[in-house]
């Protein structure tokens, strides 16, 4: 038998493959980690990585970088809160440090308003009474500060009285210690105004007419009249309630026209007579409404929604460390009738005393879990919160940045003017700061890079933040942030092209961008969900001479033109896997501000090989 021969058969000429192309339309629902990265088929315009752009409904736009407004006087220290305080014409900007708060109204002219504190973690709220608007800050470790408009005074257990004094030998300063020869009465010099002291009472005896008055040193004068109760002290000498020292308050709020406290480190409240500023403070103990025990972290006011009145109804808050939050509603905490519980809710453990605001009547608070609206934790289980989280969208990098971060000094800010919401997360340990920020038309998230905020503020529908080395920060200005350069990174969501055992090779990416500027960018691919940023390319140096007091006079273009204006162009990339996504990068790092809008990529490929 004659042996057979296997015959291969002819192989066909190799065939070019003929290149496809995908679009990726802006990710205007944002950065998106909370689901299957390996099932996105869908189109969904979401990104990956969404570094340093702020998301609109129609694109995503470069953001503005920052410059330095003021800086303190102590310059290692840290700016650890900023107030604000808005009465009618009258508008001010407070920021504090450990030592002192200080007027910043005017970046040029910082001045010391209060002296001799211990801490800079104030928390304060703006109070309105019949007898004028209140700034009220208090730290839990210094006395009460309370602003009038003019000046900022220190309210304990001892009054301010006001002392008309005559003709004076030596020298008083603010900080003396005072003695009445006649009456025995001592007090600490506040402030000094031509002919009258301001003192904070250190004893029960009252300053008579007509007595000297002496210092600690050779200083003396006599008193034209008995000593006025300028300002009255939370607790006045004679309380028949338990006494405490305002330097314990670590926290205040206002409701129902009343102020509250949480007593540092405790499970109490106290209270004030409603309008009132002073007075006696009432206990309202709080031991047996948590079961997780714990400390009082935050208070604040919440609206509900009430169906036996009808509408919204405002209750008062009271949120522990340990995760739970008690609702009150009534008028007047000592009348049972007037006052109740409405409920008791879990909201997981909040990220600090600050990590929380006000959005419409809703309250959101940053926990471990997410960013929680209260109203979802009235009809949610705590192990179902972060589904209805704000921040469901960026659910695993929010878990990443608890877990790294043990130190609960998060905070929340609404920006109204940019409808921004802000969770700021400053640096700790070797982690970097981050301000992760929400469209709140939208809800679609993104991550700002650099910016390490240690307080937070908006004063004159501008955001500025406190940060390390007494510096305090005007955000959204310019284009670098104080001088330094950023990137912004943009990756959409990984796509496999409908082909999952079928490797792609990307070929060309065009990169079309609108904006009033000529911009370069830089484009690399990323491949099988491994998100690996290459370095950012080196800001091209724009021109600054049309911007405010850089220009040239008689050379340079006043008020040049910023018709919005396509650019596009293709960019040549390489690389082979089953998954894709093209990352686009754009440095900015001029005074000029860019206002660069991505409006699409698109992406060419051919088919690879099958999956082995």
């Known amino acids: 038998m004659e042996p057979v021969t296997l015959r291969t058969?002819?192989?066909?000429?190799?065939?070019?493959?003929?290149?496809?192309?995908?679009?990726?339309a802006p990710p205007t629902q944002g950065w998106i980690c909370n689901q299957n990265i390996a099932l996105n088929n869908s189109g969904q315009p979401g990104a990956v990585v969404l570094d340093n752009f702020w998301p609109t409904p129609q694109s995503v736009r470069i953001r503005k970088g920052c410059i330095q407004y003021a800086s303190l006087p102590e310059t290692s220290g840290v700016t650890s809160a900023l107030m604000t305080y808005d009465n009618g014409t009258l508008q001010k900007m407070f920021a504090a440090n450990e030592a002192a708060i200080y007027d910043i109204t005017s970046a040029a002219n910082v001045q010391v308003a209060a002296s001799g504190m211990h801490s800079g973690d104030w928390s304060y709220t703006q109070f309105a009474t019949s007898g004028g608007v209140f700034l009220v800050a208090v730290n839990g470790v210094d006395p009460l500060q309370l602003y009038d408009g003019e000046r900022w005074w220190p309210i304990g257990s001892g009054n301010v009285v006001q002392l008309s004094i005559g003709s004076t030998s030596g020298t008083f300063e603010p900080g003396d210690a005072i003695t009445g020869e006649a009456s025995d009465a001592t007090g600490t010099i506040l402030y000094i105004e031509k002919n009258t002291l301001y003192v904070t009472a250190t004893n029960d005896n009252a300053f008579k007419s007509g007595e000297v008055v002496k210092n600690q040193g050779s200083a003396a004068t006599t008193l034209s009249g008995d000593g006025a109760v300028y300002w009255a002290g939370i607790n006045s000498a004679n309380a028949a309630i338990a006494k405490i020292e305002t330097s314990q308050f670590s926290f205040v709020w206002s409701y129902m026209s009343r102020l509250f406290f949480i007593e540092r480190g405790s499970l109490n409240v106290w209270y004030l007579q409603i309008d009132s500023i002073g007075g006696n403070a009432t206990l309202f103990p709080m031991g047996g409404v948590f079961p997780q025990g714990g400390a009082l972290m935050l208070g604040s006011t919440w609206s509900l929604d009430n169906s036996n009145s009808g509408g919204?109804?405002?209750?008062?808050?009271?949120?522990?460390?340990?995760?739970?939050?008690?609702?009150?509603?009534?008028?007047?905490?000592?009348?049972?009738e007037t006052w109740g519980k409405v409920g008791l809710y879990r909201i997981d453990?909040?990220?600090?005393?600050?990590a929380f605001v006000r959005n419409g009547g809703d309250l959101l608070i940053a926990?471990?879990?997410?960013?929680?609206p209260l109203t979802q934790a009235v009809n949610r289980s705590v192990n179902t919160l972060s589904a209805g989280a704000a921040s469901y969208p960026i659910q695993d990098v929010w878990a990443q940045y608890v877990e790294e971060r043990p130190d609960r000094t998060w905070q929340v800010i609404i920006w109204p003017e940019n409808q921004m919401l802000a969770v700021a997360i400053p640096n700790e340990d070797s982690y970097q700061p981050f301000f992760l920020v929400m469209n709140i038309n939208t809800g679609a998230w993104a991550r700002f890079t650099n910016w390490n905020a240690?307080?937070?503020?908006?004063?004159?529908?501008?955001?500025?933040?406190?940060?390390?080395?007494?510096?305090?920060?005007?955000?959204?200005?310019?284009?670098?942030?104080?001088?330094?350069?950023?990137?912004?990174?943009?990756?959409?969501?990984?796509?496999?092209?409908?082909?999952?055992?079928?490797?792609?090779?990307?070929?060309?990416?065009?990169?079309?961008?609108?904006?009033?500027?000529e911009t370069?960018?830089?484009?690399?691919?990323?491949?099988?969900?491994?998100?690996?940023?290459p370095p950012p390319p080196t800001p091209p140096v724009n021109s600054d001479t049309s911007v405010w007091n850089q220009a040239i006079w008689d050379e340079s273009r006043w008020n040049a033109s910023v018709q919005l204006r396509a650019q596009s162009g293709w960019t040549p990339v390489s690389g082979m896997g089953y998954a894709l996504s093209p990352c686009l990068q754009i440095s900015s790092g001029n005074l000029l501000p860019y206002d660069t809008e991505i409006m699409r990529l698109d992406l060419t490929y051919v088919g690879g090989m099958l999956l082995s």
């Open 454 to 517: 240690k307080s937070l503020c908006v004063f004159r529908n501008s955001l500025y933040f406190g940060s390390v080395n007494s510096k305090i920060v005007s955000a959204w200005q310019t284009g670098s942030d104080m001088g330094a350069p950023f990137a912004g990174v943009y990756a959409p969501l990984f796509t496999d092209l409908g082909g999952t055992a079928i490797a792609k090779i990307a070929k060309d990416v065009r990169v079309t961008l609108r904006g009033t500027y």
């Open 367 to 372: 926990t471990d879990t997410g960013l929680i």
């Open 520 to 533: 370069t960018w830089q484009v690399s691919m990323l491949y099988d969900y491994i998100v690996n940023v």
């Open 9 to 24: 058969p002819a192989q066909s000429p190799a065939r070019a493959q003929k290149a496809q192309t995908q679009t990726f």
């Open 312 to 336: 919204l109804s405002e209750q008062c808050i009271m949120a522990t460390d340990a995760g739970e939050v008690a609702v009150y509603q009534g008028v007047d905490p000592s009348i049972a």
């Open 349 to 354: 453990k909040p990220r600090g005393p600050r």
